[in-house]
């Protein structure tokens, strides 16, 4: 139902003039940086200068604070409202994304796929906030409120499962074809 040509190119949408990102994650204790190395308890990584540094940290320790310092992107997708067809812009955010754009190999190691809209409440906060199509909405589907994005037009919930979804998958495929 969704057809591909609808979308406005993401990468348009991205900041030109931020710096490019660091692809390398730099070591807290020396002049390297660290690398997945993979050991007896599986991925983590390691300095670059080993054996001469030792330092090491966990995958999630070192996204946590990779997204620490590099913040968290906000992807803006145009395409057709699932109810009246009307071309309207979807917002979340979506950390894996970033993940597969500057640092794949942290993506292969950590799927945060599932990580949206309605996941995070302070970004929910914010969205919501700069936003006025994007609001607390009762589902009957899942029972319960959740922040969405929701058509300006004729108002219907544009859900996590289809819409975000469908954006989501779109986006990662574009990164894909990318690289
Ligand atoms: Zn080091
Ligand atoms: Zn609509």
């Known amino acids: 139902m969704f057809d591909p040509e609808h ?5 348009e949408e991205m900041h030109p003039s931020a710096a490019a990102p660091s692809k390398n994650l730099s070591c807290e204790l020396c002049d390297g940086h660290y690398v997945v190395r993979h050991g007896t308890h ?7 200068n080993f054996p001469r540094c030792r ?3 966990t995958i999630e ?12 992107r906000i992807y803006e997708v145009e395409q057709p409202c699932w109810k009246c067809g009307k071309p309207i812009k979807l917002r979340s955010y979506f950390p894996h994304l970033d ?3 500057d640092q794949p190999e942290l993506a292969q190691k950590l799927d945060l796929s599932i990580i949206r809209l309605s996941i995070v409440d302070t970004l929910d906060e914010y969205l919501s906030s ?3 199509e994007i609001y607390s909405r009762f589902s009957k589907k899942f029972d319960g409120e959740y922040v969405a994005n929701n058509c300006p ?3 219907s919930l544009q859900g996590n499962t289809m819409s975000l979804k ?5 986006l990662t495929e574009r990164i894909r074809k990318r690289q």
């Open 55 to 57: 330092s090491t940290k």
């Open 166 to 170: 469908t954006a989501y998958n779109y």
């Open 42 to 48: 599986g991925a983590f990584f390691g300095c670059s």
């Open 99 to 101: 993940l597969l754009l």
């Open 153 to 155: 037009y004729c108002h």
């Open 61 to 72: 320790e070192q996204t946590y604070a990779w997204f620490k310092e590099q913040g968290i």
């Open 130 to 132: 700069k936003y006025q």
């Open 7 to 11: 979308y406005d190119d993401p990468f």
